[in-house]
């Protein structure tokens, strides 16, 4: 409307431009002819038409039916020359429609009909030229639907090269172009806003169009008015078309844009948030909503201390307080429990930081979902406890071991010259000091140094194999049932396994005091993307349940539930597994029972062959000279006398040096070496290299209460005997090494 007004300035006649508003006309401008005759006049802009002209309504109604037709129209006004001699004279108005509100009044005298002709003239090429100016796209439809007028922007938009090759048409479309939905849907030719209100006498109501062709996607509001007479008799139609591609395009890159960061937030268990301290109204992210289990309903501060678990929500809102009385960009970062309404506690770290810079306070952050961190910390603290508690539990069996290979081997030797009357009591002893070997090995298993035997096992034949006193252990109130799914091959320590699954069968039976089910099962699995199968073993009862305290302590060394318990069978049992390069976890609740599953690698079942039973080895009469090391005087003499008495010449010695020096001053030769590993001062892997330096044939057979200690041992030939040992054990592999 600017360039109308614009051109309305050097008019040569009587110009007025009037916008229509609320049922009336407000006067907006006049020309300079006018401003010149009157100038008054321009105290009157912004009044309406009825005032200025309240003694000629035909005025108002010619303007009406201008606006309503959208075409020019035309009267004659008699009007009285307060400065001239006539006593009257006519005047024509012409009412010059400007879509979609304005209109413009020329004013000439009627008798100077060169100078009306001029105006006309110079009014349709004014009205031409304002509608080539304007930025949206403009047609004209007759009451049959026929095009009479299109501007160059529509041209574009339609595809016509010119308006003569849509003037008189029904379709503005060039071929080859369509207009769809937003959805995409195809519009039909008959369904086009502007064909649309000549068929319905109704505007159209504005809506968002497509218009494809030519390579090109142009997005479009169009708005559609019907165009009627006096009479109120349908003539026509105007629409616009105002190209909003880029503000679409836009939008949808916006729409894209958000859609990319709340699929990032999400993946990252992540959101941001704003809160007003002074209206208490608070917005975050909604995914929040589904990571911390929150309904969303609740905005306020209070809404969301409400969720933070009541051990964190004094230090919370200390630091709230804290952040809203600072100044602009003070932050803070800390890290709270959030209870969600699933009653599941999950951690967040929520950073937040102060803006000053509006009119009031707000502040703004991130929330970061760090409950897998934090539960691979507490794995981690819980790994490392273990680590060191099992460090413990081997030294403590490594000297245990020491002292019971001196009792066991003292009770071997002493029951050959024993009369019958003591061998019971011998018997007491050997059975108590086996017993006290059991609970080291059991902390030995716990912290992973248990000596393996690795041979191929059946793991469905090895339950059958113990499954009578599996029953004997829980007794005749509690059922045990054996479901072997698939049979299964497992690289493993037999008695290991075994001594797993008696202590996860006991662990069940005290589960239930009064009698219950007890089910073992054993199957072949495939791992979820994983290419080998897994052997699985389960142990499931029917019992009291556990708690999840008490399931994150169950393997824990020295935990235990019962008042008769040592709280070392769950926890050997785990480091078992774990020797096995295998796992072991629990699924418990309180009332529902307690499922143990235990998962190995299993072997290829056709390249598998069961191993056979190993013949018990046998005492036979053996010669030659072994050297003894070790600085425990008990045990060094213990394993002295067991190596006379399977038929060898003994030299004994306390310490390395001790052992150089029996090398030195024996002259027959020493063929073994029976050395304990860790010594004070040189160790025994030393003491032996140096002992082949004098004598390269050297047998060498190392002795330990502690597995851990072969790990670094680097001695060609060398062979290993855990602590405590039997007779037959020390005969057999003195024998095996004097072989080799």
């Given amino acids: 409307m600017t360039s109308a007004l614009e051109l309305i300035e050097h008019v040569p006649v009587a110009a007025y431009a009037f916008r229509f508003k609320n049922d009336d006309f407000l006067l907006e401008r006049v020309s300079a002819v006018v401003r010149k005759r009157n100038p008054e006049l321009m105290e009157f802009y912004g009044r309406p038409m009825v005032g200025l002209y309240s003694d000629q309504p035909h005025v108002v109604e010619a303007a009406r039916r201008c606006i309503q037709m959208q075409e020019v129209t035309k009267i004659e006004l008699p009007v009285r020359r307060h400065n001239r001699n006539e006593a009257t004279q006519f005047l024509q108005l012409t009412f010059v ?17 060169e100078v009306a002709k001029t105006a006309q003239n110079e009014s349709e090429a004014r009205y031409q030229s304002l509608m080539a100016s304007l930025p949206d796209g403009v047609m004209l439809r007759g009451a049959d639907g026929r095009i009479l007028f299109c501007n ?12 003569a090759s849509l003037l008189g048409n029904v379709d503005a479309l060039k071929p080859g172009y369509q207009v769809q939905t937003e959805s995409g849907e195809l519009v039909e030719p008959a369904n086009d806003p502007s064909r649309q209100v000549l068929a319905t006498g109704q505007p159209g109501p504005g809506q968002v169009l497509a218009l494809v062709g030519g390579g090109q996607l142009r997005w479009v509001r169009v708005a559609a008015q019907p165009i009627r007479s006096a009479q109120g008799v349908l003539t026509g139609s105007v629409t616009t078309y105002s190209d909003i591609t880029e503000r679409v395009t836009a939008q949808s890159a916006l729409r894209e ?11 990252a268990r992540m959101g941001v948030w704003e809160f007003d301290p002074k209206s208490d109204v608070g917005w ?5 909503d589904s990571i911390f289990s929150l309904s969303g309903r609740t905005r306020g501060l209070g809404g969301f201390v409400s969720h933070v678990h009541p051990d964190d929500r004094p230090a919370m809102l200390a630091n709230a307080e804290k952040l809203i009385q600072g100044g602009d960009g003070d932050s803070f970062e800390q890290e709270y429990r959030i209870v969600g309404e699933d009653q599941v506690t999950r951690w967040a770290r929520i950073r937040g930081r102060l803006s000053c810079a509006s009119a009031h306070r707000v502040l703004n952050g991130t929330v970061v979902d760090v409950t897998e961190q934090h539960q691979l910390e507490e794995q981690l603290r819980r790994a490392s406890r273990l680590e060191s508690i099992g460090r413990l539990a081997g030294g403590v069996a490594h000297d245990f071991n020491n002292l019971l290979a001196a009792m066991l081997g003292s009770v071997e030797l002493v029951a050959e010259h024993c009369p019958e009357a003591a061998q019971r009591d011998l018997e007491t002893i050997r059975h108590s000091a086996l017993r006290a070997r059991d609970l080291t090995r059991q902390l030995l298993a716990f912290a992973r140094k248990q000596p393996v035997e690795w041979k191929t096992v059946d793991l469905a034949a090895l339950v059958r194999k113990i499954e009578l006193m599996l029953r004997r252990l829980v007794g005749a109130s509690i059922e045990i049932r054996i479901k072997i799914v698939s049979p299964v091959l497992v690289q493993a320590d037999p008695s290991l396994l075994e001594q797993v699954l008696v202590n996860l069968v006991v662990n069940a039976g005290d589960a239930m005091p009064n009698g219950g089910l007890l089910e073992i099962r054993v199957a072949r699995e495939t791992a979820t993307n994983a290419t080998d199968d897994a052997a699985v073993l389960e142990v499931s009862d029917s019992g009291v349940g556990m708690d999840e305290d008490t399931r994150k302590q169950a393997f824990d060394p020295f935990f235990t539930t019962k008042s008769h318990g040592t709280g070392l069978g769950l926890a050997s049992s785990y480091g078992i597994i774990q020797q096995h390069r295998g796992d072991i976890c629990i699924d418990s609740r309180p009332g529902h029972g307690t499922r143990f599953r235990v998962t190995l690698p299993a072997l290829d079942a056709t390249r598998c062959a069961t191993e056979t039973p190993a013949k018990a080895p046998s005492i036979r009469p053996s010669s030659g000279t072994i050297l003894v090391v070790d600085d425990e005087d008990i045990v060094r003499d213990t394993a002295v006398r067991m190596a006379r008495s399977l038929g060898y010449d003994v030299v004994a010695a306390a310490s390395g040096a001790e052992a150089i020096e029996c090398i030195s001053t024996h002259p027959d030769g020493i063929q073994l ?8 001062g040189e160790d025994g892997p030393s003491v032996a290299a140096r002992l082949r330096l004098q004598s390269p044939s050297l047998k060498v057979l190392f ?12 001695l060609a030939g060398a062979s290993f005997l855990q602590k405590p040992f039997s007779r037959v054990e020390l005969a057999a592999k003195l024998a095996e090494l004097q072989r080799s």
């Fill in 97 to 113: 429609p400007v879509p979609p509100v304005h209109i413009i009044l020329f004013m000439q005298d009627v008798a100077n009909a």
């Fill in 152 to 163: 160059e922007v529509a041209l574009k938009l339609f595809g016509a090269e010119s308006e």
């Fill in 257 to 267: 844009s958000a859609a990319r960061l709340d699929l990032a937030l999400s993946a």
């Fill in 284 to 288: 975050w992210s909604p995914n929040l």
């Fill in 673 to 680: 070496l029976l050395c304990d590993i860790a010594m004070p």
């Fill in 703 to 714: 002795m330990s209460g502690y597995l851990s200690d072969m790990q670094d041992v680097q």
